[in-house]
Nanobody, 116 residues
Framework: QVQLVESGGGLVQPGGSLRLSCAASGTIFSINIMGWYRQAPGKERELVAT????????NYKDSVKGRFTISRDNAKKTVYLQMNSLKPEDTAVYYCTLRQNTVNYWGKGTLVTVSS
């Protein structure tokens, strides 16, 4: 089993920054993809960014390109999401995900609120 625990959410003003972290535990295979999704009130969950355990090919939602950066520390089994120039439309619950052997695991989410 895999457990994912997110942290780092909170309230931030427009234009501000936050850094989300997600620590994985359990049986983690060497080949996997970790990432972040988000779900705003009344909207469907959407992909924000992904990063593989091997290689450097990252993937971003168009609206966050140039503002968000995903990274990971395999030794710590942790993935990060640095979010800069935050906008009110970035307000959502952010979920960490790990995919390995065709199985998707999810964290419980952390709330990010961008408001003045």
């Amino acid at each position: 089993q895999v457990q994912l625990v997110e942290s780092g959410g909170g309230l931030v003003q427009p234009g501000g920054s936050l850094r989300l972290s997600c620590a994985a535990s359990g049986t983690i295979f060497s080949i996997n993809i970790m990432g972040w999704y988000r779900q705003a009130p009344g909207k469907e969950r959407e992909l924000v960014a992904t990063i593989p355990s091997i290689g450097t090919t990252t993937n971003y939602k168009d609206s966050v390109k140039g503002r968000f950066t995903i990274s990971r520390d395999n030794a710590k089994k942790t993935v990060y999401l640095q979010m800069n120039s935050l906008k009110p439309e970035d307000t959502a619950v952010y979920y960490c995900t790990l995919r390995q052997n065709t199985v998707n695991y999810w964290g419980k989410g952390t709330l990010v609120t961008v408001s003045s």
